[in-house]
C-alpha cells in the first residue's frame, strides 16, 4: 500500500502519518469520524470489499485484508510502519465464522508482527476487549482488580489477546526498542444509533429470553469512541513531556469502560421499548432458549477519572432518546456488519 501523505515527524522519534483503524465497523468508525473531524488521516482495514464505499463516503482510506490469515503480515507492514495509533476492534457476529480465536488472537497476532517487521511501533496501541472476561451470576460489582473468568468462547479468546498484547509489550521492553504504549479497553454493551440492545426483537414481537432482574451494563458508541481518543492522546502527551522515560517494562492501562449506570434488565426493556412506542412481554418466556446467565455490575470509576466524569450520555436514557433522534435524522447510517 502506498500513503502519499505529508510526513509529520512525532517528537523526533519517527515518521507518522496515520491513524489506523484494523476493524472499522460500529465503533471504529465513530472513533474515524472524530480524529477525521480533527484533522487526522485515516486509514481503516475490513475484511470486506462491500464495506470499501461505506469507508470511502467517510473520507477514511480503506484497506481490505483479512487479518486471520498469515499473509496479512505483508499487507499490513508498511502501513503499520507509520501509524501514529493503531486501534484493534475488530469483530464478528455470534455463530459466524472465523472463530473467535482466528479473529481476535491469530489476527491480533498477525498485526503484532507486521509492527516488529517494521521496527517503528506506533505510539500507541489500543486493544478492544469484552467486560465479558469478568463473568459473574450473583449480581455484584467488579472492577479492573477483579480476576477475569471468562465461560464464552468470545471471551475467553479476548482474555487471550489482552494476554498477547501484554507480553509483546514486555518484549518490547526487553529489546530495548522504544516501546508502544498499550491500552486494553474492556467495553460494556456498545448501543447507539441503529443498534439498540433487544429492540429488534421486540418490533418483531420475538419471545425475550433473558432474565428480567438481570443487570446489564451499556456504553453509548460515541462515548466509547471518546475513549479511545483519550487514551490515544494520553500515549502522545506523555511521549512529548517525558520522552520514553514515563514506559515501563509493562506499559500497558487496563479500563472497564461502561456508563456506571448498570439496569435491571426488564428496567432497560421497558425504556426502550417506550421510546419507540413498542410493547414489552407481560411475561419473559421461560421456554425460550437462553445462553448461560452473566449478571454484575460494572464499575467505571478508573475511566471516569480518565475522561473526567465528562460522559455525552450518562445512562441509557439519555443515550436511548440521543440514539432515536440520530436515528429519525438518519445519522451515522446503518450499523456495519461487523459487531464493533
Not at 526487553?174 to 486494553?184: A, K, N
Not at 502522545?236 to 479500563?255: F, K, P
Not at 443515550?319 to 464493533?340: D, F, H, Q, V, Y
Request: charged share 25%; glycine share 10%.
Amino acid at each position: 500500500m502506498s500513503l502519499a501523505f505529508g510526513q509529520r515527524i512525532w517528537g523526533g522519534k519517527g515518521p507518522y502519518l496515520v491513524r489506523l483503524i484494523v476493524g472499522c465497523g460500529y465503533l471504529g468508525t465513530q472513533v474515524a469520524r472524530l480524529w477525521r473531524a480533527a484533522g487526522e488521516e485515516i486509514v481503516g482495514v475490513v475484511g470486506r470489499e462491500a464495506d470499501v464505499p461505506r469507508l470511502r463516503a467517510e473520507g477514511i482510506r480503506p484497506l481490505v485484508v483479512d487479518v486471520t490469515r498469515a499473509d496479512a503480515v505483508g499487507r499490513l507492514e508498511d502501513v503499520c510502519g507509520v501509524a501514529e495509533t493503531i486501534l484493534y476492534a475488530v469483530g464478528r457476529r455470534r455463530g459466524e465464522e472465523p472463530s473467535p480465536q482466528a479473529v481476535l488472537v491469530d489476527g491480533l497476532q498477525h498485526v503484532l508482527d507486521a509492527i516488529d517487521v517494521t521496527g517503528v511501533g506506533p505510539v500507541s496501541l489500543v486493544l478492544i476487549s469484552t467486560g465479558g472476561v469478568h463473568h459473574r451470576t450473583d449480581g455484584d460489582w467488579v472492577d479492573e482488580t477483579a480476576p477475569p473468568n471468562p465461560t464464552r468462547p468470545a471471551a475467553i479468546a479476548h482474555l487471550k489477546a489482552e494476554k498477547l498484547l501484554t507480553e509483546w509489550l514486555a518484549n518490547q521492553h526487553t529489546q530495548q526498542r522504544r516501546p508502544t504504549r498499550g491500552t486494553i479497553l474492556r467495553l460494556a454493551a456498545v448501543y447507539g444509533p441503529h443498534r439498540v440492545p433487544s429492540v429488534e426483537s421486540l418490533a418483531a414481537g420475538r419471545p425475550i429470553a433473558r432474565v428480567a432482574d438481570r443487570y446489564v451494563n451499556l456504553i453509548h458508541v460515541q462515548d466509547a469512541a471518546r475513549v479511545v481518543l483519550t487514551v490515544a492522546d494520553l500515549a502522545e502527551s506523555l511521549l512529548v513531556e517525558n520522552g520514553d522515560r514515563h514506559l515501563t517494562a509493562t506499559n500497558l492501562s487496563l479500563y472497564l469502560v461502561s456508563d456506571g449506570h448498570p439496569v435491571r434488565y426488564g428496567d432497560y426493556l421497558a425504556v426502550a421499548a417506550y421510546t419507540r412506542g413498542l410493547s414489552v412481554p407481560a411475561v419473559f418466556n421461560e421456554n425460550a432458549p437462553v445462553r448461560d446467565i452473566a449478571n454484575k455490575r460494572i464499575r467505571n470509576d478508573r475511566v471516569r477519572t480518565l475522561m473526567d466524569a465528562n460522559f455525552a450520555y450518562p445512562t441509557y436514557r439519555e443515550g436511548l432518546e440521543a440514539s432515536i433522534a440520530a436515528e429519525a435524522a438518519n445519522e451515522g447510517g446503518a450499523a456495519p456488519k461487523t459487531s464493533r
